[in-house]
Nanobody, 126 residues
Framework: QVQLVESGGGLAQPGGSLRLSCVSS????????IGWFRQVPGKELEWVSC????????RYADSVKGRFTASRDNAKNTAFLQMDSLKPEDTADYFC???????????????????WGQGTQVSVSS
């Protein structure tokens, strides 16, 4: 399993932007799809987005479609989640995770992901 670290969280105003990063310093990420999840304390884990390993195809939850953009830079072992037009309901802890055998399609099911980062907090408030 890879070891992942998220960063880039913080406080933003409604309508503002943040960019999250997910990096592995010990393993290459090019064979893994990267998924993004978020969780509010006491509530279910919510799938946000993913990007495939080979094609770089992205998928998004309806709640963030058109506002969030997933990308990756395999040379830097880094994946990104650009979050624009932020809303208060985007407030959560955000996690990245890796999925194998996902060259052209990535999953929205948490159990398909084998390694997880520690999370980074995103707060959206006026």
């Amino acid at each position: 399993q890879v070891q992942l670290v998220e960063s880039g969280g913080g406080l933003a105003q409604p309508g503002g932007s943040l960019r999250l990063s997910c990096v592995s310093s010990t393993f290459t990420l090019d064979e893994y799809a990267i998924g993004w999840f978020r969780q509010v304390p006491g509530k279910e884990l919510e799938w946000v987005s993913c990007i495939t390993s080979v094609s770089g195809t992205t998928r998004y939850a309806d709640s963030v479609k058109g506002r969030f953009t997933a990308s990756r830079d395999n040379a830097k072992n880094t994946a990104f989640l650009q979050m624009d037009s932020l809303k208060p309901e985007d407030t959560a802890d955000y996690f990245c995770a890796t999925e194998r055998m996902a060259g052209y399609y990535c999953s929205d099911i948490p159990d398909q992901y084998i390694s997880w980062g520690q999370g980074t907090q995103v707060s959206v408030s006026s």
